[in-house]
Nanobody
Framework: HVQLAEFGGGLVQAGGSLRLSCTTP??????????VGWFRQAPGKEREFVAA????????YLQDPVKGRFTMSRDNAKSTVYLQMNSLKPEDTGIYYC????????????????WGQGTQVTVSS
């Protein structure tokens, strides 16, 4: 059972930036789960899909609230996927989870095969 690990969360002021990383400790991302994405969960709210990227990195999928502010990239040689978050807002606060899936539809529906434990992002106003 592949576990994902997230890094890079923290406390930042509104307007600031953070870069989250998602990796697979001791393993490599598999072409069988080519889509890797990020979800977030704010206190008292449901987990929501934020962004995803395909295996080659040629396609990214961003939800409207983060378009123009967040970008995704990946380095398969390092088995790492990144979420660059710029112009952060207090409403971006939450626990950010990394997930991987064979199909983008499953990933977006939070039906991913593999999940990380999450990393806290807090944006102060």
């Amino acid at each position: 059972h592949v576990q994902l690990a997230e890094f890079g969360g923290g406390l930042v002021q509104a307007g600031g930036s953070l870069r989250l990383s998602c990796t697979t400790p001791g393993r490599t991302f598999s072409f069988r789960t080519p889509f890797v994405g990020w979800f977030r969960q704010a206190p008292g709210k449901e987990r929501e899909f934020v962004a995803a990227i395909n295996w080659s990195g040629s396609s990214t999928y961003l939800q409207d609230p983060v378009k123009g502010r967040f970008t995704m990239s990946r380095d398969n040689a390092k088995s790492t996927v990144y979420l660059q978050m710029n112009s952060l807002k207090p409403e971006d606060t939450g626990i950010y989870y990394c997930a991987a899936s064979e199909y983008i539809t499953d990933l977006k529906a939070a039906q991913a095969t593999y999940w990380g434990q999450g990393t806290q992002v807090t944006v102060s106003s």
